[in-house]
């Protein structure tokens, strides 16, 4: 373990999660470590360049500490699933007055992004999507940051501690987004996942890792029980969407804003996610197989038009379990807001027991 472990040293254990797709920018992420929380910028999608950018725009605005998260390459998907999706899909976005894109696997930029976090690294860099062997971990130790990982199983948990990761990020299936386990296996049941409060006690009887909690965590009594629950932390993301400094869509916001179910879907990007439902993911989970980035760059630009034209029922609207509870505060006032409600949740729940 390193010295100086960032969650001792942060005022306030909220971790603002990375929101990859647009929602994080410099501003939102700068707001929640000058505010005392860990503010992270999202590297997936970015150019390492445009990573870069964001990473000396955050640093500008803030002196607190700051954490880039990057997505971790899988493999490439056999093309005859994703072109039967690709058949059905080019006839709903013809309806829609739209395209489809080309089917393309990359490695999201891997080499140049870890190359950057290597050579100017902040203080924590997280992983998602997979784990990073041991010599990845190493590196980004030696270059003097903390590497978190995103484990969604015991049994991740546990891969995750013997390549040598810092922190273990425990993300549970109430999560918005992706989720950010180390494979998308089609054959395991989408339903099967664990939910954060059954994850983090698993993993905390099997690891003295320091633990940060993900999924479902929207109000101070939440961030409360991930702490009663062992967590050093909690990482809100669908608790952010809506503050100003986040660059989220209006489709979104106001999606989010609303009271509405939300489902696990491959639909919009071949990998399994969390989203408010609409029509596109309600018709096309079924059919969707388990392609990313395959699937992604299939509906791209289908995507594109409809968040254009402000049409919610062909965009993905990631969100976790609980954005119906989501404000417009201030990314800021929030991290107070939600501190000081977990002190009086604490409190009371403290008072209980006596
Ligand atoms: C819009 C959106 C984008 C996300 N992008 C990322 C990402 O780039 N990297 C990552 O590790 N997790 C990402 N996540 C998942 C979060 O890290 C976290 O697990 C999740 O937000 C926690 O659940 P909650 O949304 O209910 O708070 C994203 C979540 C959302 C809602």
Same mark, same amino acid.
């Given at each position: 373990?390193?010295?100086?472990?960032?969650?001792?040293?942060?005022?306030?254990?909220?971790?603002?999660?990375? =929101?990859?797709?647009?929602?994080?920018?410099?501003?939102?992420?700068?707001?929640?470590?000058?505010?005392?929380? =860990?503010?992270?910028?999202?590297?997936?999608?970015? &150019?390492?360049?445009? =990573?870069?950018?964001?990473?000396?725009?955050?640093?500008?605005?803030?002196?607190?500490?700051?954490?880039?998260?990057?997505? !971790?390459?899988?493999?490439?998907?056999?093309? @005859?699933?994703?072109?039967?999706?690709?058949?059905?899909?080019?006839?709903?976005?013809? #309806?829609?007055?739209?395209?489809?894109? *080309?089917?393309?696997?990359?490695?999201?930029?891997?080499?140049?992004?870890?190359?950057?976090?290597?050579?100017?690294?902040?203080?924590?860099? &997280?992983?998602?999507?997979?784990?990073?062997?041991?010599? %990845?971990?190493?590196?980004?130790?030696?270059?003097?940051?903390?590497?978190?990982?995103?484990?969604?199983?015991?049994?991740?948990?546990?891969?995750?501690?013997?390549?040598?990761?810092?922190?273990?990020?425990? *993300?549970?299936?109430?999560? @918005?987004?992706?989720?950010?386990?180390?494979?998308?296996?089609?054959?395991?049941?989408?339903?099967?996942?664990?939910?954060?409060?059954?994850?983090? *006690?698993? !993993?905390?009887?099997?690891?003295?890792?320091?633990?940060?909690?993900?999924? @479902?965590?929207?109000?101070?009594?939440?961030?409360?029980?991930?702490?009663?629950?062992?967590?050093?932390?909690?990482?809100?993301?669908?608790?952010?969407?809506? &503050?100003?400094?986040?660059?989220?869509?209006?489709?979104?916001?106001?999606?989010?804003?609303?009271? @509405?179910?939300?489902?696990?879907?491959?639909?919009?990007?071949?990998?399994?996610?969390?989203?408010?439902?609409? *029509?596109? #993911?309600?018709?096309?989970?079924?059919?969707?197989?388990?392609?990313?980035?395959? %699937?992604?760059?299939?509906?791209?630009?289908?995507?594109?038009?409809?968040?254009?034209?402000?049409?919610?029922?062909?965009?993905?609207?990631?969100?976790?379990?609980?954005?119906?509870?989501?404000?417009?505060?201030?990314?800021?006032? #929030? %991290?107070?807001?939600?501190?000081?409600?977990?002190?009086?949740?604490?409190?009371?729940?403290?008072?209980?027991?006596?």
């Amino acid at each position: 373990m390193i010295a100086h472990v960032i969650l001792d040293r942060i005022d306030v254990p909220i971790v603002l999660a990375p =929101l990859a797709g647009g929602p994080t920018t410099p501003q939102l992420a700068a707001a929640v470590s000058s505010a005392g929380g =860990l503010g992270f910028l999202a590297g997936g999608y970015l &150019s390492a360049g445009a =990573l870069r950018d964001q990473i000396a725009s955050a640093r500008a605005m803030t002196a607190g500490p700051l954490g880039v998260n990057l997505f !971790v390459p899988g493999l490439p998907t056999a093309s @005859g699933s994703v072109d039967e999706y690709a058949a059905r899909l080019s006839a709903a976005a013809a #309806l829609a007055g739209a395209e489809i894109g *080309q089917p393309r696997f990359d490695d999201d930029a891997w080499d140049a992004k870890l190359a950057l976090v290597l050579e100017d690294p902040v203080s924590v860099t &997280s992983f998602t999507f997979g784990c990073p062997d041991s010599s %990845v971990i190493d590196a980004v130790r030696s270059a003097g940051s903390e590497a978190w990982v995103t484990v969604t199983t015991p049994a991740e948990a546990a891969q995750a501690a013997s390549v040598g990761a810092d922190v273990l990020i425990t *993300q549970g299936m109430e999560a @918005g987004g992706h989720r950010g386990g180390f494979t998308d296996d089609p054959a395991v049941d989408a339903f099967a996942g664990f939910g954060l409060l059954s994850l983090l *006690q698993l !993993v905390a009887a099997q690891t003295e890792l320091p633990l940060v909690a993900a999924g @479902g965590i929207t109000t101070g009594a939440g961030v409360a029980s991930a702490l009663a629950a062992g967590a050093r932390a909690a990482q809100l993301g669908t608790a952010f969407l809506r &503050s100003p400094e986040a660059g989220t869509t209006q489709v979104q916001r106001d999606a989010v804003a609303r009271p @509405g179910a939300t489902a696990m879907t491959r639909a919009f990007t071949g990998r399994l996610a969390r989203g408010i439902r609409n *029509q596109f #993911l309600d018709e096309h989970s079924q059919a969707a197989p388990a392609a990313y980035p395959e %699937v992604h760059y299939l509906t791209a630009p289908l995507r594109a038009a409809a968040r254009s034209a402000g049409n919610p029922e062909l965009v993905n609207l990631w969100a976790g379990q609980t954005h119906e509870l989501t404000s417009e505060l201030p990314a800021g006032e #929030l %991290v107070a807001r939600l501190a000081s409600e977990a002190r009086a949740a604490l409190a009371a729940a403290s008072a209980r027991m006596s």
